[in-house]
């Protein structure tokens, strides 16, 4: 789309807006934090630039930001702050630094996050509260730093530790990417995989194809813990703690390693969480109910992408439970051939054995 296309599309998303009634405007502002072109540019591509579409969307998310009285988020610790730690330890996120023009680099331990430390619903409260922090205060900190409006982040997703058992964790991943596709879409500048397994580069192969070409340029899939790559992008003291050596292969952390970007001792957990407390001091009382948001439904094609990721997580179930039981086979002496166990998709590719002393007696 040419520069008065794209011109024409936000100046006739502005006139819609401008018809909402004084409460939605007023939450507004909260999203856009002076910047309100580039707000209105980013619910256009979520929607491919359809005016109409952006703009239930846009209205959509502002009655959401009402409704679950999203503004107040940053007045509404999560306490006590054991609760926030143990949040911290089971659901690996954190701000690591800033690329060279800016974007502040979020870190986040994709395969080790395990989400059972408490209820869903403080997960849900957590990472809205990050999004909101990066959105009042960190974008537009550096924003005035440069001299001009940022208002994207980059991720860096660590593989380490993917297995099998994620699909136990759809459901609240599923509830917090839902939240973000519907209300913080076009945030995220690129996406960076790294120490990718196995079973997540089987899973990329059949998921790749089903996301749009914006998505598809989006995403990264580095070498080994991406260090090298990454550092194009930003400076050392910027990279994630798991991409500092290569064969760094663990976003494991001590509670008090502060040096792990995950850690609530590390300086932005506790920056955002002493924020938000007095934040809630300066209310007439620090409330204690945790935030309960009622999650959507899915977009079509997104619910379709987690429909193949389960169908591919256990496909390789399947596969390496036989694998499993053929090598116990053998181990004890057994003599069935491979596929007896395999399915008929990984025996056609296994070579024909190799005759034995034992196999020829």
Request: hydrophobic share 35%.
């Amino acid at each position: 789309m040419g520069a008065a296309a794209c011109d024409a599309a936000v100046e006739e998303l502005a006139r819609l807006l401008d018809q909402v009634d004084a409460p939605l405007k007023e939450t507004f502002q909260n999203v856009h934090q002076g910047y309100p072109t580039e707000t209105l540019l980013r619910f256009l591509k979520a929607r491919e630039w359809h005016v109409s579409k952006a703009r239930d969307m846009l209205v959509d998310s502002l009655n959401w930001r009402i409704k679950y009285e999203i503004d107040s988020i940053l007045e509404t610790p999560i306490i006590p702050a054991d609760l926030y730690r143990s949040i911290r330890d089971t659901h690996l996120v954190g701000l690591s630094g800033y690329s060279k023009e800016g974007r502040p680099v979020f870190a986040i331990g994709v395969g080790l996050s395990t989400y059972d430390n408490t209820l869903a619903h403080y997960y849900v409260q957590s990472h809205i509260q990050i999004n909101e922090y990066r959105d009042r205060i960190i974008l537009p900190t550096v924003s005035k730093k440069f001299g001009r409006p940022i208002s994207t982040c980059i991720k860096v997703l660590d593989m380490t530790g993917l297995k099998l058992s994620a699909l136990n964790h759809m459901k609240i991943l599923t509830a917090i990417s839902t939240v973000d596709d519907l209300n913080y879409p076009e945030k995220t500048e690129t996406y960076y995989i790294v120490n990718a397994p196995y079973i997540f580069s089987a899973c990329w192969k059949v998921v790749k194809p089903l996301l749009q070409e914006r998505t598809r340029k989006k995403i990264h899939v580095l070498h080994g813990c991406g260090r090298d790559e990454l550092l194009k992008i930003m400076d050392h003291s910027s990279l994630p703690h798991f991409c500092q050596q290569e064969g760094s292969r663990s976003s494991k952390h001590s509670p008090k390693d502060i040096d792990s970007c995950f850690s609530f001792d590390h300086p932005f957990h506790q920056e955002l969480y002493h924020y938000i407390e007095e934040q809630g001091l300066n209310q007439e009382h620090i409330k204690q109910e945790s935030l309960h948001v009622n999650i959507p439904e899915q977009d079509p094609e997104d619910a379709k992408i987690v429909q193949v990721i389960e169908a591919e997580f256990h496909k390789l179930g399947v596969q390496q439970n036989a694998l499993w039981q053929l090598l116990q086979h053998r181990l004890t002496g057994g003599e069935a051939p491979a596929s007896r166990y395999l399915p008929a998709s990984v025996s056609k590719r296994m070579p024909a054995p190799t005759p034995t002393a034992r196999s020829m007696v």
